[in-house]
């Protein structure tokens, strides 16, 4: 608590105030930037003619910033591993799901 | 009774605890909801894959300033949901409340945005069906998926919207305590829509342009 005969604790207090609200922002802040630069990047890719490698760009970008969202902004690299398992099984499905059914698309010959 | 003893809650030990109690709980939904969207996001691949040039032809007609003007509200509203769940966590009450209200109020944009779009796509009859203005049929296809698609995640976002408008009210006037593990749940569930909507944006906005 602020000492009111002590003007220098008030401005301690501030200061100590004004760095907690720096390192709530700061971290985020500098996410959110990677993710609006990697989704110019995306938008301008979408104007290359790269042929059937804009969508293989697109999808890699977008690849990238979930990474991004899902490390810092949903904190999973502070997580238990218990939540990195049940995250990691999504993806583990996700991935079986598209394997399976490709598997049984691009294998047809007619 | 103080704010942190009344943010704990029965049976956990502490804070800590039960806020990766209520993280895990959600990350086991959004595991569930990972193949819920997968299973759209397969469909689309198969039928895209089988109809590559509809697809392309398809995705050109898409509103994309609308698109990208969301993608950078969505991808803004996860910042502020972020600042918004680490003020909680250290009390700092009003920053909480400021950050829930903007969130909130980027994802209400998002819907009005999204509104606007859906107007001009009615009015361009790019709803599948029998007045449907592009060839080849299969073009169709690319336009089912967007409206399902597109409409589901809306789904998610307003639930998303109306979430975080209960906690706000429920902070604001002090039902529940800000510190307490209620936002860890909703902000891992708010940056999940944000995340599919990632996906999303390229598949029906990008593709097609070049």
């Known amino acids: 608590m602020t000492d009111p005969s002590n003007p220098q604790s008030g401005a301690r207090e501030r200061d100590a105030r004004s760095e907690q609200a720096w390192w709530l922002w700061k971290g985020p802040a500098l996410v959110w930037l990677a993710l609006i630069v990697l989704f110019g990047i995306s938008f301008g890719v979408a104007y290359l003619p790269l042929g059937g490698a804009n969508l293989a760009a697109h999808l890699a970008i977008a690849a990238v910033m979930i990474v991004l969202l899902v490390t810092f902004l949903m904190d999973m690299r502070n997580a238990t591993a218990i939540v990195r398992l049940i995250g990691g099984a999504g993806l ?10 490709f598997n049984d698309y691009l294998s047809r010959h007619y | 009774m103080s704010d942190t003893a009344g943010a704990l809650q029965h049976p956990w030990p502490n804070l800590r605890l039960q806020r990766e109690g209520v993280g895990l709980g959600m990350w086991l939904f959004l595991a569930s909801e990972v193949l819920f969207f997968g299973a759209l996001f ?4 198969v039928y895209r894959s089988f ?3 509809a697809f392309r032809i398809a995705g050109a007609h898409t509103e994309i300033v609308y698109g990208s003007i969301n993608t950078a509200l969505l991808l803004t509203s996860s910042l502020t949901m972020t600042v918004a769940l680490r003020a909680a966590t250290t009390n700092m009450r009003d920053l ?3 950050c829930l209200a903007v969130t909130a109020a980027l994802g209400v944009a998002f819907l009005i945005c999204k ?3 859906y107007r001009e796509d009615l009015k361009e009859h790019l709803f599948p069906g029998p007045h449907f203005p592009l060839s080849p049929p299969a073009t169709q296809m690319f336009w089912g998926f967007y409206w399902i698609m597109t409409a589901i995640h809306a789904v998610h976002l307003t639930g998303g919207i109306a979430v975080v408008t209960v906690v706000f009210v429920l902070f604001k006037r002090r039902i529940i305590p800000v510190q307490g593990s209620t936002m860890e749940g909703v902000a891992i569930y708010w940056h999940f829509v944000d995340s599919v909507w990632l996906v999303l944006y390229p598949l029906i906005y990008l593709a097609g342009r070049s």
């Open chain 1, 92 to 101: 583990f499905w996700l991935i079986l799901m598209f394997s399976l059914t």
């Open chain 2, 42 to 45: 397969v469909g689309f691949a």
């Open chain 2, 115 to 117: 509104g606007l779009e």
């Open chain 2, 51 to 53: 109809n590559e040039d």
């Open chain 2, 96 to 98: 909480t409340l400021v």
